[in-house]
């Protein structure tokens, strides 16, 4: 485990469980002549423990419908786990009112995907950047509003006398650079970035990623970085967490996932990047499609698809375990020594 | 690290921003548009000029000689180049009435919708922005107020009135009688419409992130989502003045709407009704036209707004 | 004779405040088999590119300049009837989001049957059979059944293998791929270029392959064109754009990559964003963004200048290319 002092954000056993069913009414059935209630849940995710160190960025990859973006949104109090912890500084916070969560908010903040959705489109960029600044400082007087509001333009490349433009009048990387501006005007120490740049072109993905290790140097941020992109980690990542269908399977550092990627799901990953270098080894081809969250397997949630699964994978589900080298693999096979 | 080679154009002025903006140029190409909108400019300017524009005053009895009465329009044979279009069954030129009705008319229809549209804000941003169970009482309130005709409503509502507190008194308090009813009986269509727009902008990141920021609830309501929801409204609007004059012309006509001696145009046209078949068509025919007209041009402003604000969220 | 030739093709929007040139002097050829990729970011008009070669373009868009040949038969001469002929019959269309393609209220079966009996006559058993072989060949599992499944029963990869059997389905001669895997995952993307690289070789199918990641064209195609704001700044075999890229605007897109930076430190960026079409500077599109950036630039449009196996569209490039010569001469 990780030395738990120099960790900023804790997550402990996290789980997180949608309904599907609808209302109370919908939820009712007529099934062997007797009314009964059933309800169908999306697993999203199943039991996440991880630790965000003071100055690391860490990312969580995986593929569409892994849960990654629900654990950033739970961390962000946005979603209320179903059960486990969130702790920031030691500090439970996932449990606490709106009221009682504001001091945290201008400690922790977010990047959204979609920068053309993520900006209010009735509020000029200067309205919006002011109002977080004002929300959570109002002994600002109108001068230092200003300059502070300056500043974070100055600091994110947006000129200041765009301030009275609508955010429809920028370009998707413009439009990016304010979202995290946003983010920056509060002086937080922790952004959780979810999918930043993939709705960004490609010369536009390498001015944001700048822009944001800028920002970490200068303002000693720590990350949380959800991506899909494993070039993008590669880059960008202290550590990596892989996720798989809510489960987490890898937690290593950025240098060993990518030299010795342990978990078969991990290998699988990593070789279908598209390369530009022609000596890519073959792609290792899963069997079998992900499957829904709804009805999880049993077992390692990855045995269907596994090259190497057994019979214990498909029962006993496997726990996170540490290595040598300071990585975590959950996989019965890494623990036996058979991969 | 300024990134100085993204290049924009100079500031532009508010009007200026208005006048590139897509509304701007579809109505400048839009002639229906152009009419409706020049028309109902017109009726307004009459309305809101009525004491100063009509010839006499409807409401001043000593301006009425019951020896006028039934006069046809100027260009009639038996016209009189006093009253332009005729005078009715009491003798009041009719010009001067329609004027002050059409006054009544618009002050009850742009009232009322202004109540429907305080409620079904109100209503509608909660329902929609909190969700689960308010959401659902809301919504089923709203059905079941639907699911009663306006007109039955109304026509209840204000014949019990009148049973229970008398005429008299009935007739002084017609207008704000009227817009009450009307107002309470049509807040579900904007409260479904508000609704709608905000589940589709609540799922937005904006939202989340005034979350985020650990914005309260309320402020995020009214100040980050309400803007977004304006467009849908302004639609809604237009259409439900003209529905809401309908509505009031027809309590009217019914005897329930306005007194006869502060007429609006329902009740204008109710009380020539009794004389079209002994000849004075005016008395009915001309309100008539003037409120058709009205609801008419309403009805095309609203349907191109529609059409330019967003073809999507409103349709029907 | 080439089987596909884009002849200085240019396509405009007429739009309210003047017509916009979305695409500028295209020319390319296309041999049967051969499989190229066109590269570029958004806006770039790769997508306008890929419809405008079916004459797909819609108001306001429109080709005023220029000619598609397909063997070499003028695309823009043909009567509606003809035209349709070869939309899906010899050329067929692959887009980003299988949704678009696919009927959500008919099976998967009804809608290849469909497609069959609108371009062939034949038997509606025998359809359903050719259907069925298509779906092999996509490598479905369970083939018979999905025939009776709707659209919305199957995951995004399985909708869009579904939709590469519908684009086999008449054996044409030529696939427009247009971003066929940017909304899939990673795993699922692989599989599917892999899959779409060994249905061409087999059967001899040109690709026409659409797509902004580098990584994706160079492992599928032989031949490559980069666009930048409606032009095609290089264009020329794939490994040689990649191992030396000479247009300053793809050598930034390369170095722009994750990949080709050392982990930790800054990324290569481009400065700025391309312009958008009503915008576009005078001169090369490229110069307010480029670094090595000449006076000539700023005002004359660089020509394609030939650079071995390549066609590069620089007046940089052009220039080097004089010096050599004259080197030469000496």
Same mark, same amino acid.
């Given at each position: 485990m990780t030395d738990t002092n120099n960790s900023l954000v804790q997550i402990r056993d996290l789980y997180k469980r949608f309904s599907i069913s609808g209302d109370f009414l919908d939820q009712i059935k007529f099934r062997g002549g007797k009314l009964v209630r059933?309800?169908?849940?999306?697993?999203?995710?199943?039991?996440?423990?991880?630790?965000?160190?003071?100055?690391?960025?860490?990312?969580?990859?995986?593929?569409?419908?892994?849960?990654?973006?629900?654990?950033?949104?739970?961390?962000?109090?946005?979603?209320?786990?179903?059960?486990?912890?969130?702790?920031?500084?030691?500090?439970?916070?996932?449990?606490?009112?709106?009221?009682?969560?504001?001091?945290?908010?201008?400690?922790?903040?977010?990047?959204?995907?979609?920068?053309?959705?993520?900006?209010?489109?009735?509020?000029?960029?200067?309205?919006?950047?002011?109002?977080?600044?004002?929300?959570?400082?109002?002994?600002?007087?109108?001068?230092?509003?200003?300059?502070?509001?300056?500043?974070?333009?100055?600091?994110?490349?947006?000129?200041?006398?765009?301030?009275?433009?609508?955010?429809?009048?920028?370009?998707?990387?413009?439009?990016?650079?304010i979202s995290i501006a946003r983010a920056l005007a509060v002086d937080p120490e922790f952004i959780v970035a979810d999918e930043p740049i993939s709705a960004l072109d490609v010369s536009i993905q390498a001015q944001v990623l700048n822009l944001m290790m800028d920002a970490q140097e200068s303002r000693n941020l720590t990350y949380l970085f959800i991506t899909h992109d494993l070039a993008v980690v590669e880059h960008f990542?202290?550590?990596?967490?892989?996720?798989?269908?809510?489960?987490?399977?890898?937690?290593?550092?950025?240098?060993?996932?990518?030299?010795?990627?342990r978990h078969p799901y991990t290998r699988a990953l990593l070789s279908a990047i598209p390369r530009l270098e022609d000596d890519r080894p073959d792609f290792i081809r899963l069997q079998g499609e992900v499957p829904t969250p709804v009805?999880?397997?049993?077992?390692?949630?990855?045995?269907?698809?596994?090259?190497?699964?057994?019979?214990?994978?498909?029962?006993?589900?496997?726990?996170?375990?540490?290595?040598?080298?300071?990585?975590?693999?959950?996989?019965?096979?890494?623990?036996?020594g058979r991969i | 690290m300024s990134d100085t080679s993204?290049?924009?154009?100079?500031?532009?002025?508010?009007?200026?921003?208005?006048?590139?903006?897509?509304?701007?140029?579809?109505?400048?190409?839009?002639?229906?548009?152009?009419?409706?909108?020049?028309?109902?400019?017109?009726?307004?300017?009459?309305?809101?000029?009525?004491?100063?524009?009509?010839?006499?005053?409807?409401?001043?009895?000593?301006?009425?000689?019951?020896?006028?009465?039934?006069?046809?329009?100027?260009?009639?044979?038996?016209?009189?180049?006093?009253?332009?279009?005729?005078?009715?069954?009491?003798?009041?030129?009719?010009?001067?009435?329609i004027l002050y009705g059409t006054r009544v008319s618009l002050t009850i229809g742009i009232c009322a919708v202004l109540l429907q549209a305080f409620l079904g804000i109100v209503i509608g941003l909660t329902a929609g922005y909190v969700g689960g169970r308010v959401d659902s009482l809301l919504m089923r309130f709203a059905d079941i107020q639907l699911s009663f005709s306006t007109m039955m409503v109304a026509i209840i509502v204000l014949a019990v009135f009148q049973a229970t507190f008398g005429t008299?008194?009935?007739?002084?308090?017609?207008?704000?009688?009227?817009?009450?009813?009307?107002?309470?009986?049509?807040?579900?269509?904007?409260?479904?419409?508000?609704?709608?727009?905000?589940?589709?902008?609540?799922?937005?990141?904006?939202?989340?992130?005034?979350r985020v920021m650990g914005f309260g609830r309320l402020r995020i309501m009214f100040r980050h989502i309400l803007p977004n929801t304006l467009s849908p409204i302004l639609v809604i609007s237009t259409v439900q003045v003209a529905n809401a004059i309908i509505s009031e012309a027809s309590l009217s006509f019914l005897g329930l709407g306005m007194p006869v001696s502060q007429p609006s145009l329902g009740s204008l046209i109710s009380s020539g009704f009794e004389y079209i078949f002994s000849g004075s068509w005016w008395i009915t025919v001309i309100p008539g036209v003037v409120l058709v007209v009205l609801v008419l041009v309403m009805n095309l402003l609203g349907d191109w707004m529609r059409d330019v604000l967003n073809p999507k969220l409103y349709k029907g | 004779m080439a089987l596909l030739e884009?002849?200085?093709?240019?396509?405009?929007?007429?739009?309210?405040?003047?017509?916009?040139? %979305?695409? !500028?002097?295209?020319?390319? +050829?296309?041999? &049967?088999?051969?499989? $190229?990729g066109i590269v570029g970011e958004s806006g770039a008009g790769k997508s306008v590119l890929g419809f405008s070669i079916l004459n797909l373009i819609s108001r306001p868009g429109y080709i005023s300049k220029g000619a598609v040949n397909f063997e070499g038969q003028n695309l823009a001469d043909l009567k509606p009837h003809q035209l349709r002929e070869i939309r899906g019959n010899r050329i067929s269309m692959i887009f980003q989001d299988p949704m678009m393609t696919l009927n959500p209220?008919?099976?998967?079966?009804?809608?290849?049957?469909?497609?069959?009996? %609108?371009? !062939?006559?034949?038997?509606? +058993?025998?359809? &359903?059979?050719?259907? $069925?072989?298509?779906?092999?060949?996509?490598?479905?599992?369970?083939?018979?059944?999905?025939?009776?499944?709707?659209?919305?029963?199957?995951?995004?990869?399985m909708r869009q293998r579904i939709v590469i059997a519908i684009g086999l389905l008449l054996d044409p001669d030529v696939i427009i791929a247009d971003e066929p895997t940017t909304a899939l995952d990673v795993t699922i993307q692989a599989e599917i270029m892999d899959l779409m690289l060994n249905l061409c070789e087999q059967n001899n199918v040109a690709l026409i392959l659409i797509t902004h990641d580098l990584g994706v064209v160079s492992e599928v195609t032989q031949n490559m064109m980069v666009m930048y704001a409606g032009r095609v700044i290089e264009r020329g075999p794939t490994k040689e754009i990649i191992n030396d890229p000479q247009h300053p605007y793809t050598q930034g897109l390369m170095n722009a990559l994750p990949q080709m930076a050392q982990a930790g430190q800054k990324l290569n960026q481009i400065k700025g964003a391309m312009p958008p079409l009503q915008r576009i500077p005078t001169g090369c599109a490229f110069n307010p963004r480029c670094e090595y950036v000449m006076e000539i630039c700023r005002h004359n449009l660089p020509d394609s200048t030939v650079s071995g196996n390549c066609r590069v569209a620089c007046h940089m490039v052009a220039e080097m290319k004089r010096e050599q010569a004259m080197g030469d001469e000496v």
């Open positions: 059933e309800q169908e849940h999306v697993h999203a995710i199943n039991g996440v423990s991880l630790d965000v160190i003071q100055g690391e960025a860490l990312c969580v990859v995986g593929e569409s419908g892994c849960g990654k973006s629900t654990v950033a949104r739970t961390v962000m109090g946005l979603l209320k786990p179903s059960a486990g912890e969130v702790s920031y500084r030691g500090e439970r916070i996932d449990n606490l009112d709106d009221k009682a969560l504001l001091p945290y908010r201008k400690k922790m903040q977010m990047i959204f995907q979609n920068p053309y959705a993520s900006l209010n489109p009735r509020m000029t960029i200067m309205e919006t950047l002011r109002e977080p600044v004002q929300f959570h400082n109002p002994s600002l007087s109108a001068v230092e509003l200003r300059d502070k509001i300056h500043e974070v333009m100055h600091s994110v490349g947006v000129d200041p006398s765009w301030g009275e433009r609508y955010p429809h009048e920028f370009s998707g990387g413009q439009r990016q650079r990542g202290t550590r990596v967490a892989v996720m798989y269908l809510g489960t987490l399977c890898e937690l290593a550092s950025t240098k060993n996932l990518f030299a010795e990627p009805n999880l397997p049993s077992g390692c949630v990855f045995h269907g698809r596994c090259p190497h699964a057994n019979e214990r994978c498909k029962q006993e589900i496997p726990a996170l375990i540490p290595l040598a080298d300071g990585s975590q693999v959950a996989c019965h096979g890494v623990e036996e | 993204f290049q924009m154009d100079p500031q532009p002025s508010a009007w200026q921003r208005f006048k590139d903006s897509h509304f701007f140029h579809s109505f400048k190409i839009d002639r229906v548009a152009q009419l409706s909108f020049l028309i109902f400019i017109t009726y307004v300017i009459l309305a809101l000029g009525a004491p100063l524009l009509s010839p006499y005053d409807p409401y001043d009895l000593s301006q009425v000689d019951i020896l006028d009465s039934e006069i046809p329009p100027s260009w009639e044979e038996e016209g009189d180049e006093r009253f332009y279009l005729g005078t009715d069954a009491q003798g009041r030129d009719m010009l001067s009435t008299e008194l009935y007739q002084d308090l017609a207008m704000i009688m009227l817009i009450l009813v009307i107002g309470i009986a049509e807040w579900p269509q904007y409260a479904r419409t508000i609704r709608a727009s905000v589940l589709a902008e609540k799922k937005k990141e904006y939202v989340d992130a005034a | 884009v002849k200085d093709l240019e396509v405009c929007f007429g739009l309210r405040s003047g017509a916009v040139k %979305a695409l !500028r002097e295209i020319n390319f +050829s296309l041999e &049967r088999g051969e499989r $190229l209220v008919l099976t998967i079966g009804q809608q290849m049957v469909e497609c069959l009996l %609108a371009h !062939r006559k034949m038997r509606e +058993s025998d359809a &359903r059979k050719i259907a $069925l072989q298509k779906l092999q060949q996509v490598q479905i599992p369970s083939p018979e059944t999905r025939l009776d499944q709707y659209p919305h029963e199957l995951s995004g990869g």
